[in-house]
């Protein structure tokens, strides 16, 4: 395969790595600059120039789009993108990603801990939210800064005050967010590559620092995940749209907290840390996406009218509870195809015949809509947790 690495720091150790990983499995690794291409936007025929010159085609790219450039490189991987190209991030991810904001607000409605976290306008809602946030000490963050740049720990509500409101005269827009005091300067850094974390450590902030950024001087350790830390980094990546991810998650009372999903980690810490040839696992996710890409299943299997793919838990009075695959007679009879069961966070793929379906199973149905909507359970309201403020 020939694969181009996106970026600006052709010398730097993970690019090296990529370089060492894809060679010894045969490929040829080049790197470009995402600020040297030329997009051509032309119907049916998207095109790209580097340096001017006409670009060689290429199987795969490794997107290390830095923050300062989100919005030219992520449109040179939409390009990739629109010429067939397989980008190991695809550009919507990498762009939502960075938005500090946005992804807390995509987080905030799945079973993934978050630190809580509030974004607002005026100086008058300034105060109430650092209420709702459990007062000071509040953490100021920029939504889209990096390497511990722009994330503040102010003390008292007038220091917070007027952070935000020179930030905001600068033209910055900031998240205020709760403190996970109990964190104590220490985070975990899990390396997601397709959907498995393939290597974490734990970062220590060094001195009186909070930040445990490894930029901010951070000492990594090697860690082995719980499974609830495991599950939280897997889902989060997905919940992303990452193939590769780096998710930061701070140890709290309750568990994970997940404060960033970075779309492209860097690999020198975390390889030294764990010992994990991390380059090769992501030079292979490329080999197996590349033989099988990834499709829109439920786009394709909406194609037909009247048909779609459900995912639902089966509850105890549902007409599927403790029958078998065959028994139920779905297939024949009702014309829908049950094709995996989660049990337990085990998925059962193409469940055989015989296969039992249990209250509280998580089953993963196509087939004709008529049907679905019978043994689908009502959506549940949503009911609001707690009310914070009393207006
Ligand atoms: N809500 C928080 N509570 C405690 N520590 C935090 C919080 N948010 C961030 N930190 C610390 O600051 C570091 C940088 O924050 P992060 O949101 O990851 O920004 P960056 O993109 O700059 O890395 C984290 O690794 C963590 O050590
Ligand atoms: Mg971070």
């Not at 860097?266 to 390889?271: C, N, S, V």
Request: hydrophobic share 40%.
């Amino acid at each position: 395969m020939k694969i181009v690495v996106l970026s600006r720091n052709p010398k730097g150790y993970s690019v090296r790595r990529f370089r060492e990983a894809a060679e010894a499995r045969g490929h040829t690794l080049t790197v470009r600059s995402p600020l040297k291409f030329s997009m051509y936007v032309a119907q049916g025929d998207p095109d790209l120039t580097y340096n001017g010159k006409e670009f060689a085609d290429c199987d795969a790219v490794i997107p290390r789009i830095g923050a300062s450039i989100t919005q030219f490189g992520t449109a040179v991987v939409r390009q990739f993108e629109q010429m067939g190209v397989f980008c190991l991030n695809t550009s919507t991810a990498i762009s939502v990603s960075r938005d500090k904001l946005r992804s807390m607000q995509i987080l905030s409605r799945h079973d993934i801990g978050i630190p809580d976290s509030a974004f607002v306008r005026g100086k008058e809602d300034v105060l109430p939210a650092i209420d709702a946030l459990g007062g000071v000490p509040v953490i100021i963050k920029l939504l889209e800064g990096s390497q511990g740049v722009g994330v503040i720990l102010a003390d008292s509500v007038n220091i917070a005050e007027a952070i935000i409101e020179t930030l905001q005269s600068a033209r910055q827009n900031v998240l205020l967010q709760k403190f996970v005091a109990e964190s104590k300067g220490k985070d975990i850094r899990a390396f997601v590559v397709g959907g498995k974390v393939v290597a974490a450590m734990r970062r220590k902030a060094a001195g009186t620092e909070f930040r445990s950024n490894v930029h901010r001087g951070g000492s990594t350790e090697a860690v082995t995940l719980d499974a609830e830390y495991e599950r939280t980094a897997v889902q989060a990546a997905q919940i992303m749209g990452l193939r590769v991810a780096g998710v930061d998650m701070l140890e709290g009372i309750d568990g994970p907290q997940v404060m960033e999903v970075n779309s492209s980690p860097g690999l020198e810490g975390i390889e030294g840390a764990s010992g994990v040839d991390i380059a090769g696992a992501m030079i292979a996710h490329i080999e197996d996406q590349v033989l099988f890409p990834d499709l829109d299943l439920r786009q394709k299997m909406t194609s037909k009218s009247g048909y779609g793919v459900v995912e639902f838990t089966l509850g105890p009075d549902s007409p599927l509870a403790n029958q078998t695959v065959e028994g139920s007679n779905m297939r024949d009879q009702h014309e829908v195809l049950v094709m995996s069961i989660t049990r337990g966070g085990n998925v059962i793929p193409t469940p055989r015949g015989d296969q039992a379906m249990l209250p509280g199973d998580v089953l993963l149905c196509y087939g004709k809509l008529l049907t679905l909507r019978t043994i689908t359970p009502e959506p549940v309201k949503r009911v609001k947790k707690k009310k914070k403020i009393e207006l």
